[in-house]
């Protein structure tokens, strides 16, 4: 079997990585010094380490991140009120493994969405899932699927996912609708995976803007109990964006 036979049928089987790095080998007549066994474990690392990299990438891209947010790019000037420390622990995704949420509340622009997106990244390298969205729309999408009859569905997909983070909580009020579909979210979740809420809205004024108090005492109780809060401060860093712009 000559070495052109062998690469097809190498992609034939859908190991791409290995078909490629094996015909440059052949190409440059790289095989001195080198004995079978290394080479075949050459070969099998590289496809592995496609394969991974290729698993990373769908899962960001799944996550429907807005932006590109990485730990190493975080701002942590002492007027944010954000510790370094504490944050780099977070990092490590502890948190996932207890079951535990996160809670980021402050001011419009101080970077609670790059924070929550820095988090979730970090947990799509670490081959999680991850689902990003803005909390009106997604409870909008609930209520919708009630009327098409997929909202079972919706919520098993959902459930399946191992951070999700919600952005932009509390900016609209909550219909009965949308209590519910929160209420189910919240209780899928607790303590079978984990969640990250972002919010203009303090902690304290939750209770009243999720509104009918059985329901608002459920959600807290399963949400908040169970979080890491962190309350950021200082001016908008978008402030600065368009300054330099």
């Known amino acids: ?15 791409g990585a290995m ?24 070969l099998t690392d590289h496809e592995w380490e496609d394969r991974q990299n290729k698993k990373v990438d769908r899962l960001i891209h799944q996550s429907q991140f807005r932006q590109k947010a990485t730990a ?12 370094k ?15 535990e949420n996160i809670i980021l509340t402050g001011a419009s622009g101080v ?11 970090q947990a799509c390298m670490m081959e999680k899932r991850v689902y990003y969205t803005n909390t009106a729309r997604l409870l909008a999408t609930l209520k919708l699927s009630k009327v098409d009859g997929t909202y079972i569905k919706e ?8 951070l999700l983070i919600l952005d932009d909580f509390g900016l ?3 219909d009965n609708h949308a209590r519910e579909a929160l209420m189910d979210i919240i209780d899928d979740r607790h303590k079978q995976s984990s969640t990250i809420v972002s919010s203009q809205i303090p902690v304290s004024a939750w209770y009243d803007i999720i509104g009918e108090g059985t329901i608002a005492d459920a959600i807290l109780d399963r949400l908040v109990n169970s979080s890491h809060r962190i309350d950021l401060k200082g001016e908008s860093l978008r402030k600065g964006i368009l300054k330099n712009e």
């Open 1 to 15: 079997m000559n070495n052109n036979e062998t690469i097809e049928k190498l992609k034939h089987m859908r190991l």
């Open 19 to 42: 078909a490629e790095l094996h015909g440059q080998h052949v190409k440059s007549n790289q095989f001195n010094d080198i004995t079978p066994d290394e080479y075949l474990a050459l």
């Open 72 to 83: 190493e790019e975080i701002n942590y000037a002492g007027s944010r009120n954000l510790d």
């Open 85 to 99: 420390n504490m944050f780099h622990r977070l990092s490590m995704l502890d948190f996932m493994g207890k079951y």
């Open 111 to 121: 970077g609670k969405s790059y924070l929550a997106q820095a988090l979730g990244h």
């Open 155 to 162: 919520l098993r997909k959902l459930t399946k996912i191992d």
């Open 172 to 174: 609209q009020a909550f």
